[in-house]
């Protein structure tokens, strides 16, 4: 089975400051990983994702993630966050193995992002 | 790009009715599509599979009978909430994996059901 693990419920961060949500996962083979982020009462909008590769992925509005195969471990970051980065951020994985109707993902419990101006 | 649309974006219905979802996917073919329910500030969790052409496939603990599934063609699943009680109100999400970028998902912007 696989799993995803964001340990965080909420991170706040300072306007201009770098912001890091945390990801960790679990599953057989390699992963397809997706960091997903959804406004109040929105659908799921993508970020980025990773495949294989280069470990850094960039995203959408600046972000990147860092895969790290060791740690099991799939971080969002962004150097320098807005007000408007304020939102709820999830992490999702499914097995490179998964086909046809096993492609769904599954995600993380979700982690609070919250910029202070 | 890919868009995949919900109607309605959202709904308030008394308890004992049923009401319907639909998801679209507008601009490609979706053989597979996935309900999703998500409470307040809680993750997304996967309902079932709706598959084309054949009967959807249910995640443990989710009643077919009450959350009926229909993948009537390639760019539409419904997804029928019968006899609605409060407990079943929630914000519904929708998502199709396009058919060429077998790593990718593609949500709808969701379905918010308040039973009443």
């Known amino acids: 089975a696989q799993s995803v693990a964001q340990p965080e419920d909420q991170v706040n961060v300072a306007e201009g400051n770098p912001l890091t949500v945390k990801c960790t996962y679990s599953v057989s083979g390699n992963p397809y990983l997706f960091w997903y982020v959804q406004y109040p009462n929105r659908g799921l909008q993508f970020l980025l994702k990773?495949?294989?590769?280069?470990?850094l992925v960039k995203g959408s509005y600046g972000f990147e993630a860092e895969f790290n195969k060791s740690q099991t471990s799939f971080h969002l970051k962004k150097p320098s966050a807005l007000v408007s980065d304020s939102a709820l951020y999830f992490c999702?994985?499914?097995?490179?193995?998964?086909?046809?109707?096993?492609?769904?993902?599954?995600f993380g419990s979700g982690t609070q992002l919250t910029v202070l101006p | 790009g890919a868009v995949v649309s919900q109607h309605p974006s959202w709904v308030i219905c008394k308890s004992g009715t049923s009401v319907k979802i639909e998801c679209r996917s507008l601009d490609f073919q979706a053989t597979t599509m996935f309900w999703y329910r998500q409470f307040p500030k809680q993750s997304l969790m996967l309902m079932a599979t709706s598959n084309e052409g054949s009967k959807a496939t249910y995640e443990q603990g989710v009643e077919k009978d009450k959350f009926l599934i229909n993948h009537a063609s390639l760019t539409l699943s419904t997804l029928t909430v019968t006899s609605a009680h409060p407990e079943d109100s929630s914000f519904y999400i929708c998502s199709a994996p396009p058919p060429r970028l077998a790593d990718e998902q593609y949500f709808g912007p969701g379905t918010r059901l308040t039973v009443t």
């Open positions: 999702a994985v499914r097995s490179f193995l998964s086909s046809g109707s096993a492609r769904q993902l599954t």
């Open positions: 990773y495949i294989t590769g280069d470990n």
